[in-house]
């Protein structure tokens, strides 16, 4: 499915390649695909009559391999150069990821833990997604919010994604152990594989490969089950050891490719990468990543998501390709934050007027909003719990201490039912309150 990039060979000299890195005239081509990290198949129609190709091939791998890193698993042996842009984006999340929106007061800490939960729920629904969970947003939520029982494999697989991540929040001052990779895999795959004992247990045999869902083409032949072992004890080493600095986020991403990599699972290897990804940002300090969605946005580009893999696999184990990928998600999960926050902020200077409100409390300031934003609307108690967070008994307390107010009233909606709605002196309630 990917075509494999020239052989390099011996033929142009070093110093030719120095001489063409260096001339002006290639200066903006060069800096184009350092910073989109191309692979062959974008590069093989950038060269001309006067650079061919193929050439421009070989200076773009001599570059890379001049300043590269190398770090080894067992068999193999990975390279990954830090272009400039990849510092670049590394300085702005060690700038964001660690506290300024932290001590921000753009929203408050109820709404804080609002969204991290929302956050949660998204990251394991789009995680579970792109393993072939077959279910609504809406009804993963409700099921979420609501704990209630998974009624399918689908609703399990998103049930055990989202535990799973709030397990990994507590363990994220733990070294990563094998035991503890079995027991997050065990956590991730409950209820949801053919053969229950393959949950929380590192594949036996070598029936296992990663194939094109339409054509069928094998696309990756993990490492054989004999070297799971050897590598997993160099991963748990090189996750525990800081004896060699590799910046935290590229080690989370490279931790997040070597466990798809070597698939030493029958079957959950992406949820459980991209779950240990998650906790090893948060072992190190990076606790914005609780609030990002990252993959959400990985579900969305899935298709990159997967070439990823496959260019560093094709190109000599170049893990620049993935790195490069995940770097733009999370420039982009972060940005989606932004603008959530931005959102939240709008939402609180609306609330402030029913803030102000004596004896109003923060869910009731909401509720008074909904109301001036759709006044013919009918509540339920059930249809707030979700939108208030909070339990039934709860929203209950809160309507009728607005009933007791006069801001609003009751309406029979069955024998049984009770709704609320605006009460006849809304307006003048609001007026009142103005003035004080």
Known sequence: MIENPPVITDAIYPMQIMQIMSAPVYQDLLLKIEKEY?????????????????VLWQVVKFSRLSYASFVRFGNYQFVFKTTNYIQQLLHEFDMNFGGTISGSTTISEKNKQ??????????????????????????????LRKQIKPKDKSQQMIYNNYNTIRFLAEQKDKDLTPELLLEIHKRIT????????????????????????ITGEVAHEPPSFKQIPIVIDRLCNFVNSDAFFIHPIIKAIIIHFMISFLHPFVDGNGRTARSLFYWYMLKKGYWMTEFLSISRIIYKKKRQYEKA????????????????????????????????LERKSAENNALLEFRNIKGINERQAHILKMIQEKPGSIFECKNLINVLGVSIKTVRTDLEGLVNLGFMTTIPINQRLVGYTKSESYDDKIEENKGK
């Not at 949660?120 to 279910?135: H, V």
């Not at 893999?309 to 934050?337: P, R, S």
């Open 38 to 54: 191309l692979y062959w198949d974008k590069i093989k129609y950038l060269g001309d009559k006067t650079l061919p190709s193929e």
């Open 114 to 143: 609002y969204y991290l939960l929302s956050s949660i729920m998204e990251e394991a629904i789009a995680s579970s997604q792109m393993e072939g969970a077959n279910t609504t947003r809406k009804a993963a939520k409700e099921m």
């Open 190 to 213: 409950e209820k949801t594989l053919d053969n229950p004992e393959d949950e929380g247990s590192f594949r036996k045999d070598n029936n296992i490969y990663v194939a094109n869902g």
């Open 309 to 340: 893999f496959l260019y560093t696999e094709h190109d000599d184990y170049d893990l620049g390709y993935f790195i490069q990928y995940n770097m733009n998600v999370l420039k982009e999960a972060f940005e989606e934050l932004k603008i959530y």
